[in-house]
């Protein structure tokens, strides 16, 4: 079985341009989550979606948007880029039963943006 | 809101000695509890996780973890700390029936030959 996949894995991009970031979840994974990783804060979580539908944002400017499409695939987006958006970005997919999620989040590699 | 206290920056340890890495968590009921790791430039693997039953975890890669309700904490073991165990190593807590994580600062292992 496939993991999660992400791409591009590097991209840099310069202030003020916008990025968008690709996120292939595990097959029958319908919960897709995106976190924020960086030397001073740690992970930091963006947001989940489950069913093309956002169920939970975390404390991110409005810059940073995402969206999930009806196969489960998500992207997130990042506009009017700053230096502090500089990260490792990583997507996550989860399992779902029928009584809520049960199971733990699987994690793609993540994507490494620079922004000069 | 949740919170996830990872005890000590940097833990370096010699081969072969065992290994300890500290969680405590604050939550008023008690949530499902992880343990990740992650090797440089990749993303988060799953060591080993509590949701409910048996208190006493094991993992991959010989961990294993303690779920103390009375002490809210998830602390990480292994016996024989191997050269491969050279890593970043975080606690995670979520709610039930939530899928957001929250994740501690993390603990770098460092192992000595």
């Known amino acids: 079985k496939a993991g999660v996949t992400q791409t591009p894995r590097y991209l840099i991009k310069t202030r003020g341009q916008q990025v968008t970031l690709s996120c292939s979840p595990i097959?029958?994974?319908?919960?897709v989550s995106w976190y924020q990783q960086t030397p001073g804060q740690g992970l930091q979580f963006l947001f989940e979606?489950?069913?093309?539908?956002?169920?939970n944002k975390g404390n991110f400017p409005g810059r940073f948007s995402g969206r999930q499409f009806s196969n489960s695939r998500s992207e997130m987006n990042v506009s009017t880029l700053e230096l502090g958006d500089s990260a490792l970005y990583l997507c996550?997919?989860?399992?779902?039963?029928?009584?809520?999620?049960?199971?733990?989040?699987?994690f793609g590699e993540g994507s490494r943006l620079t922004v000069l | 809101a949740q919170s996830v206290t990872q005890l000590g920056s940097h833990v370096s340890v010699s081969e072969g000695a065992l290994v300890l890495l500290r969680c405590n968590y604050s939550?008023?009921?008690?949530?499902?509890l992880f343990w990740y790791v992650q090797y440089p430039n990749q993303g988060l693997q799953l060591l080993l996780k509590?949701?409910?039953?048996?208190?006493l975890v094991k993992g991959i890669n010989g961990f294993e973890a303690e779920f103390k309700k009375s002490e809210t904490s998830f602390h990480l073991t292994k016996p024989s700390a191997h050269m491969s165990d050279a890593a970043e190593y975080f606690c995670?807590?979520?709610?039930?029936?939530?899928?957001?994580?929250?994740f501690g600062a993390g603990t770098t292992v460092t192992v000595r030959a």
């Open positions: 509590y949701t409910t039953g048996a208190t």
């Open positions: 939550s008023s009921v008690p949530p499902y």
């Open positions: 097959s029958g994974h319908r919960s």
């Open positions: 996550a997919s989860g399992p779902l039963s029928a009584g809520g999620p049960t199971g733990e989040l699987f």
């Open positions: 995670a807590v979520r709610r039930i029936n939530d899928y957001k994580l929250s």
């Open positions: 979606y489950f069913s093309e539908t956002q169920r």
